[in-house]
């Protein structure tokens, strides 16, 4: 009876050492796939405001020092430029997506009142790879701001504010991970503000010329015929 008790202890003590959960808001760094586990899969596409970030993601803290082993300190140097540095960064985990090259990690960064949203990249081998900024929440101009994430997933970032006429004034950036470069590039921009400094790209110089009424009609850098 004894021996089948003791039995019974150690089985039981394994298993819970087994099933414990490894804490992500405490002092200790944790492994790249305990930092994994706190993920959910994202369900793309997804559009995320800047209104919404105070209750965006897990409401469970990721601590710094829990991830400083995984993310270089450098991601956060320019995060903290001009900021208290006695106020403490936590993360709350948004979601993942994981694919055989890359993995996204979304979650939302707070440094006292300051949240930011942002994007951690980590290669096949599951080694950090690139991160990036992509909406704030106090941002100190009168747009409304927002991200769309696409299924690529590419990363579309816009503001919007209302205009003259009460018309509405737009800017867009789409971002996309290369995984040549290790960082991301900027693969689409528009905006209807300030159009006159948009030039249109004039495709007309690369048509064969087989009329003698073929050329460039041009009124303006925005007007070809």
Known sequence: MRILLATFCTLFF?????????SLSGDTQVSMDAFSKAFQPLKLPMRIADTSLQNAGDTATISYAAISGIVPDSVFQSFNKGKDKSQKITFHAIGKKESETDNFYL???????NIDLVVFVFDKDKKFAASQDLLQKNNPDDYAHNVLITSEPAFIISREKKGKDNTTLFSRISWAYSASTHSFITVMKDSNENPENIAVINPLDTLPQNHKYSGNYIEDKRNYI
């Open 107 to 113: 979650l939302t960064m707070k440094h006292g009142k």
């Open 14 to 22: 394994f298993y819970s050492c087994k099933n414990d959960e490894v």
